[in-house]
């Protein structure tokens, strides 16, 4: 404002000096025309304020839209930076979330385990002392009495000597890995395996396959965990006897603990044997656990010429038979033969899976009749898996 009084009175100022000295300068000039002659000064000088001004004008605002822009620039980038860290916010509560819900299955899980646990652990011997870890084991035990084996049971489970052992299930003819194959061994007191066909039916009379299903399936998550961390990309077979199924308390918690670890439907396979599936305990479980993204593997096959579609359908994906009866029995007689058992099988979008295959022919036998899946000593016998208990 001051700026412009000033131009405009050296602009007033100049003119009437114009108009005072040309006359003098110039005696012939009229004093009209000097007075003219100030007076165009004066609007040039006007003009000349004008223009400028509205130049330094544009430059500010040119200097203030260029301020706004970074400041509106900067803005963003801040609520872009609070958007992130919201999300990740949520991110990390959501994770804290289901972390906190996984502990809390974990926990009544084995709250549940101990509970069967103990007396099992009431009636093992108490002077049996345990035996260190990493001890070496033993061949298995010789046939034994169903006592003993009881006895055996009920000392492994109250001292920590159930350990989760894996047999790799492999592709034909590469012989890959595909799965791994869960089963638990138990140990004596002098570190003596016992097998499954020892003591499994006398842990279903005795009411302990639930316990021993329980620690299989935590130690077999807790492995699987590991595995995908470490990005193993093959599948587990896991065992569930229908004892376990049908027993209320073990199937709700064990439902639950599932559901807080769904992630694991894509490596996780549960296996039942074909005789249990007539109990409806075993086909009312199957029910939940495929809602929740589970599939099945139907094990210990006993009739092939059936129908696969309806098994698909509830969620099966594997069939296993024994590699002697697939190459012995079918074709003989008026059954189906192996390879109308096969294309049947794979109709129904399953795969067969040959098990107990522990001859070279064997397996050659079984890969021109179109079986790609196999299991069995030939391929690697059940090791201890090391989970690092």
Known sequence: ????????????????????????????????????????????????????????????????????????????????????????????????????????????????????????KRAANAAAAPVPRDAPRRAEHPALRQERVLEITREALANNRVDLYLQPIVELPSRRVRYYEAFSRLRDEN?????????????????????????????CVQMIKRAQRDRVAVGFFCNVSADSLADKEFFDQFLEYMESHRELARTLIFEFAQADLQRPAVRDALVPLRKLGFTFALDRMTNLAIDFAPLAALGFKTVKAEADRLL??????????????????????????????????????????????????????PKASGDGR
């Not at 395996?193 to 399936?217: F, R």
């Not at 189906?336 to 295959?357: C, Q």
């Open 1 to 120: 404002m001051i700026g412009s009084l000033v131009v405009h009175a050296l602009g007033i100022g100049g003119g009437v000096a114009v108009a005072w000295i040309l006359p003098r300068w110039l005696p012939g000039s009229a004093g009209l025309g000097a007075w003219l002659a100030g007076g165009g000064v004066v609007l040039l000088v006007g003009l000349v304020h004008e223009v400028l001004s509205r130049r330094w004008q544009a430059e500010e605002l040119t200097v203030k839209l260029d301020a706004a822009r970074l400041d509106l620039a900067k803005a963003r980038r801040e609520i872009d930076d609070l958007h992130a860290d919201f999300e990740r916010l949520r991110s990390t509560v959501s994770d804290g979330t289901t972390r906190n819900d996984n502990l809390l299955s974990e926990m009544r899980l084995m709250r549940n385990l101990l509970a069967r646990l103990d007396p099992a």
């Open 191 to 219: 570190n003596v395996l016992v097998l499954p066909e020892q003591y499994l039916p006398v842990a279903v009379a005795a009411g302990l396959i639930t316990t021993i299903d329980n620690l299989l399936l935590f130690r």
């Open 328 to 381: 012995g029995e079918l074709g003989r007689g008026a059954g189906p033969h192996l390879p109308e058992v096969v294309a049947g099988i794979a109709r129904a979008g399953m795969t067969l899976i040959a098990d107990k295959v522990e001859q070279e022919a064997a397996a050659e036998r079984l890969a021109r009749n179109g079986i790609t899946v196999a299991q069995g000593y030939l391929f690697g016998e």
